[in-house]
């Protein structure tokens, strides 16, 4: 059996495959796996006789005798038939017919003629560069009928420059595709959407010779209504002015009519309306403010509000925000409502916290102007980040305001002189009370026990005198106590800080703050008044110096 079998393999195979005679074999047995087998192979035989077809039709190329003996209507259009023929007769040239010859067989400028006939789109040289190169003559066909349609296409595109490699074939627009459910149901491809290169194409082709411009005929209308009121504006002064107006005619009339109103001479109705349409001059003037002059003096007066006072403020309002975007942020998770309230207190936060960065930036630099000179520059009160900036930046203004004189030979006076910056001379928590309005802790002064029978408390910001050393008395209230103050030395303003109203303090010479007073406390004094001073703003002298060298006896303080 297995002999009888392998007999019958080699009579059919070839032309037949193994596999398919070994699977035919399994299943048919004896005559019916003969018939099955001599009609595979008469099959195969037939195609393998076939020559083949680089047309695409499949298969032998029949001529069609009876084709010119076809009955013709005069309805029937005859175009058909005759590309038909010109079809069959130039794909007949390119194989091997019974009364035809092979193209491979031809001479190369033969064969060159014979392809320049079928693809007059290409070039002679470009031809015959293609059969040169390939071998056979079917790859050559191929390589041809490419080249033909891309020679094509960029006639239709006319001046566009055509894509090179895989980007010829790439889709101008890709939807992008959606997620879920959705995307299959709305997913829709077709190559007859806006971004298909088919679409794109006839776009093209359809608008190849429409190279008219569309003219709207309402607003040609509209400008023949305005045109005769109006004979010295031009087309295009009104179609500006209508876009101008939305389109509205009436608008228009109604500013034509004002700049062309009854009262000017005959010289300005005749002129051209676009003289009278003019645009502001630029100004390249720059908006920045001249900075504040440099004092000389050691102190300066200053009545802005405390800085530890509005950063309080500031950082109140910031906790405030961000405590009710927490509090929301837990309520929607019960409640998906409250995400909303979350991300505005959230959002609310960060604008204030925005903000205050900005008045602390405004705030140092304000502290620094009034406490520097044009040779030093005086930190105290400024946080790091801030006093960094501001050192940098007047550094560099007082070197560019230094001139030529910072090359002289040797140095000249400013330069040896050199700019100071003050950081550490001097005590933070003077400064806090004086300029800050600050207040130092109870039973620490070092006068708060000190009680001389002579002598001065001047201000240890601008060493004016304040208090006699007969002034202070013993109050127990951990600060220094005085009764009275040298006459014009101090000066009384409301403070209603920490939700209070007190009468607070200062030098009038330099405005430093001392501390407050409070009145009808009953102690055995002659104006019933307590001056609570702060120790650290003052600073004592056992001379007796001259009290109307700082103001003018009898006037009293300055209510």
Known sequence: MLRQCQSTRKAYCPPIDDAVFYALASDYHGSDLIDILDKLKASALEEENTAFDPSGTGGAIQQLPDLAGWPLTAAEDTSTSNDLTNLTSDLGD????????????????????????????????????????????????????????????????????????????????????QKGRRRRKNDKRDSSLDGSPASTFADKEGTKWNKLDKVDEILEQQIAEIKPLFPNVSDARIFGLLRLTRYMPSAVHELLTVMTALGRDERELTQD??????????????????????????????????????????DAAVDQAFEQASQAYKKSKSNHLYGGAAAYYSQLGHEQLKKAKAVSVAEANTIADTQSTATSLDLHGINVQNAVRIAQYK?????????????????????????????????????????????????????????????????????????????????????????????????????????????????????????????????????????????????????????????????????
């Open 94 to 177: 390119l194989r091997l017919q019974e009364d035809g010859t092979n193209i491979s067989q031809l001479e190369p400028e033969e064969r060159v003629e014979l392809l320049l006939g079928l693809f007059p789109s290409l070039s002679f040289s470009r031809i015959r560069n293609v059969c040169s190169t390939f071998t056979s003559s079917d790859q050559a066909i191929e390589e041809l009928l490419n080249l033909s349609f891309l020679a094509d296409e960029a006639d239709a595109l006319g001046n566009q420059e055509l894509p090179k490699g895989i980007d010829c074939y790439a889709e101008d627009f890709r939807a992008p595709r």
């Open 273 to 314: 309306v676009t003289d009278m349409i003019q645009y502001a001059p630029l100004t390249l003037a720059s908006n920045e403010q001249p900075l504040a002059a440099l004092h000389d003096e050691k102190w300066t007066k200053i009545r802005h509000r405390s800085p530890r006072q509005n950063a309080a403020t500031r």
């Open 395 to 559: 550094t560099q203004q007082w070197w560019d305001g230094l001139g030529d004189t910072k090359y002289a030979p040797g140095g000249g006076g400013p330069t040896r002189a050199g700019y100071r910056i003050i950081t550490g001379v001097g005590t933070h928590k003077q400064f806090r009370v004086l300029r800050q309005k600050g207040t130092e802790p109870a039973f620490t002064g070092e006068y708060d026990k000190h009680y001389p029978d002579t002598g001065v408390y001047t201000c240890a910001g601008c060493n004016a005198p304040l208090y006699q050393a007969n002034h202070k008395f013993k109050s127990g209230c951990g600060w220094p106590a005085y009764f009275d103050s040298i006459p014009g030395a101090v000066t009384r303003h409301t403070d209603s800080s920490y939700g209070m109203e007190r009468t607070e303090i200062v030098c009038s010479n330099c405005g430093g703050h001392l501390g407050h007073v409070f009145k009808g406390e009953g102690f055995p004094t002659p104006t019933d008044e307590r001056h609570c001073v702060n120790s650290i703003s003052l600073k004592f002298s056992k001379d007796d110096p001259q009290t109307t060298t700082t103001a003018e006896a009898g006037k009293g303080e300055a209510k």
